[in-house]
């Protein structure tokens, strides 16, 4: 798969944009904040219908605008697709599929499969549970299109559930939102398990490869249940929810269930977060990336488009290379923040484009 043409209308620095590119190395440069990463987030954007920078949509227009335009026209071995969103701040955004007005998200999410990979993802060993709960859960929504539905009704019943928690009120009210919750949730654990399944065996092989055989990378889910059953998921959710009301209470929050999930993550037997050098963080976390791609491939059967934000800036050579070698066959899209990075990156099959405060351009060089 690959992104043919990207166009933006009032979307964050850009008033108006047109931009094309090839089935290869698609290069922008240029010093920061001129809008470099707002193309990737546009991009990634017509993906799962959501910003990975932003919380709310609103940002996202242009300051003075009231609303903004992302289109994309994609190709897949079966053929062209577009997809376009109108986000506006004063109604819901609208989104189309080749043109049609598709009335749920789940219609779109998923159709264009992109992976970005930014400074932050190099922190997805050290940081805390809801980065790599979020790592999980971008991935999911590409693969899974019902997976943002399940885990939006079980965010919305774990609120009520948190509110109720706080207030007085008849316990039996919450048995309601405890139902809920297992219902949603044992959706969501399900595939979060087979999801990590996949994700630590192809991990694996791919740090074997980075590390020429040195580090042995092992990925290990880590929830409040572990089963291959989603109905004795379900089960043993309930279960929770119920023997933890005491602990709730006192708490004021829900202390069970899939939103305190994590991934456990080791190097030659050791926790990573806890014992592993920066150096190798960032190695297992070119590895998830890495990863991430195989996992699209083989459930879409062919790979995403690749968003690398700033990446190279913050990898040694020797990693460079490795992302690099591991890269055939990908539309790659980066951002550097000079024409000089290009010397020690050994780009073919490129197009360079200028960034410069929201205005692009071709390079030749």
Not at 195 to 207: A, D, G, N, Q
Request: proline share 1%.
């Amino acid at each position: 798969m690959f992104i043919k043409r990207l166009e933006l209308i009032n979307f964050r620095n850009y008033s108006n944009l047109n931009i094309e590119f090839i089935n290869g190395f698609n290069i922008l440069y240029g010093q920061n904040a001129q809008g470099k990463t707002n193309i990737l987030e546009a991009i990634n954007y017509l993906s799962l219908l959501k910003s990975h920078r932003s919380v709310k949509d609103k940002e996202l227009i242009k300051w003075g605008k009231g609303k903004a335009y992302i289109k994309g026209v994609f190709q897949k071995n079966l053929g062209d697709f577009s997809v376009e969103v109108l986000i506006s701040e004063e109604s819901r955004k609208e989104a189309k599929l080749n043109g049609i007005k598709q009335n749920k998200a789940s219609e779109v999410i998923g159709n264009a499969n992109v992976v970005i990979f930014s400074p932050d993802d190099l922190r997805l060993v050290k940081e805390g549970p809801e980065v790599r709960r979020k790592f999980i859960d971008n991935e999911l929504n590409q693969i899974k299109p019902k997976y943002q539905y399940y885990l939006s009704l079980y965010n919305k019943a774990l609120l009520q559930r948190n509110n109720l928690l706080k207030s007085n009120f008849d316990k039996s009210l919450i048995d309601v939102y405890d139902q809920q919750l297992a219902e949603y949730g044992s959706y969501v654990v399900f595939h979060r398990i087979e999801f990590i399944k996949k994700l630590s065996i192809i991990c694996r092989l791919f740090h074997r490869k980075i590390t020429d055989g040195k580090e042995e990378l092992v990925i290990r889910y880590k929830g409040d249940v572990y089963e291959e059953d989603i109905n004795k998921i379900k089960e043993k959710l309930y279960l929770s929810y119920k023997n933890s009301i005491e602990e709730d209470l006192k708490k004021g929050y829900t202390s069970k269930g899939p939103q305190r999930d994590d991934l456990q993550i080791f190097l030659n037997g050791v926790d990573a977060k806890t014992f592993a050098s920066q150096g190798q963080q960032r190695t297992a976390a070119i590895s998830l990336k890495l990863s991430e791609i195989e996992i699209i491939k083989g459930e879409r059967g062919e790979y995403p488009i690749l968003l690398l934000d700033d990446v190279m800036s913050e990898l040694d050579i020797l990693r460079q290379k490795h992302l690099l070698d591991s890269l055939k066959g990908l539309q790659i899209i980066l951002t550097i923040t000079g024409i000089d990075d290009l010397g020690r990156l050994d780009f073919k099959n490129k197009k360079i484009f200028e960034v410069v405060d929201g205005r692009v351009q071709i390079k030749e060089l």
